[in-house]
């Protein structure tokens, strides 16, 4: 789905590089990246900059950004430019959140280089026409994820990648390459990018820095009805300790927060959902909500609607996995 938006783009902008994101609703920490970047050996240099940056950061964007309107010309306001871009003749980037009141879905980058010249305000408004329906497709894509028609999931013990600060990678438990394989599979002959790894640990690094506070947590789709939750932490004091990023399979919690917001269940559905979720007759929640067994049945016949399914044992299955 996001190639086909990169493609489409591609038809009416100029653009060299780019980097469209998948993004935890709830913090905004980056997922499952797809990216095309000058200096793939580069990536974790860029990913920490791109997290350290404040200017026209994904969190506190409305919709578009471009960095030379931000900025007023001068990128070198501009950490991740300053630092990493300019080397390599960027000269705008046009930075696009997708974002709704159910959480965030994704930030997108788009690089250009020279000898183009920066991006219009035209172009900017073409990139906002864009907004809402891709916000609503990615949405629609991570809700797809929890269809009853994929195969079960698989078992996994907790993973841990060690990071250093530069975020370059110090040592891996074995099974994790595995798992890195899956999640963004490699060119043959080429290991696989912990790039979910690097997004999270950024995150941790933005914190320290106070760009930002959200956790440095995310959660994202592995396969199958599989979700997986990635956690930075230290493992001393900063900013020279080493980072641990553990990943492991999302609790239930977890993965029926991302399941109401991704099937844009409103706030009492929800909230139904989960007590239903604990195994109590419907009457019960009725109770627990105080609504009667009728308001309950119709927030069930709207939660069935959204979900598309047409019980309450096929919703928690699809819920819980």
């Known amino acids: 789905m996001r190639r086909a938006v990169l493609d ?7 653009f060299d590089y780019f980097a469209f994101v998948l ?58 430019w300053r630092e990493a871009l300019a ?15 159910y959480g965030c ?39 797809a994820t929890f269809a009853e028609e994929h195969a079960a999931s698989t078992e996994r013990n907790p993973l841990v990648l060690l990071l250093g600060p530069d975020l370059r990678m110090r040592a891996q438990t074995p099974q994790t390459h595995d798992y890195l394989s899956v999640l963004l599979p490699p060119p043959p002959a080429r290991s696989p990018v912990p790039a979910s790894a690097y997004n999270v640990a950024a995150q941790l690094l933005a914190q320290e820095l106070r760009v930002d506070n ?13 979700w997986v939750t ?4 230290r493992i001393g004091a900063p900013p020279d300790a080493d980072i641990a990023v553990t990943i492991e399979r999302a609790t239930p919690a977890e993965r029926l927060d991302i399941f109401c ?24 929640a009725a ?18 609607a959204k979900t598309g399914t047409h019980s309450r044992r096929e919703l928690l299955a699809r819920a819980q996995g």
């Open 8 to 14: 489409r783009l591609a038809r009416t902008l100029d």
């Open 23 to 80: 993004t935890d609703p709830v913090t905004c920490v980056g997922c499952d990246p797809l990216a095309e970047v000058p200096a793939i050996d580069e990536l974790p240099r860029l990913i920490r900059l791109k997290y350290a940056t404040a200017v026209n950061r994904w969190t506190g964007l409305d919709d578009v950004g471009l960095l030379s309107i931000a900025t007023a010309g001068h990128l070198e306001q501009s950490p991740m």
């Open 87 to 101: 080397a390599h003749d960027v000269t705008d980037i046009a930075s696009v959140v997708f974002r709704d009141r």
């Open 105 to 143: 879905w994704g930030f997108l980058d788009l690089w250009r280089c020279a000898p183009a010249t920066p991006f219009t305000l035209a172009e900017a408004d073409l990139l906002a026409e864009i907004v809402a329906p891709v916000t609503a497709a990615l949405r629609r894509t991570q809700a």
């Open 214 to 226: 959200h956790p440095a947590r995310t959660r994202v789709h592995l396969t199958g009805r599989e």
């Open 230 to 233: 990635l956690r930075a932490d």
């Open 261 to 284: 917001r991704a099937s844009t269940l409103s706030a009492r559905e929800s909230e139904l959902i989960t007590i239903l979720s604990t195994g109590i007759a419907t009457r019960e």
């Open 287 to 304: 109770s627990a909500l105080h609504l009667s067994e009728h308001t309950v049945q119709d927030h069930l016949k709207s939660i069935f």
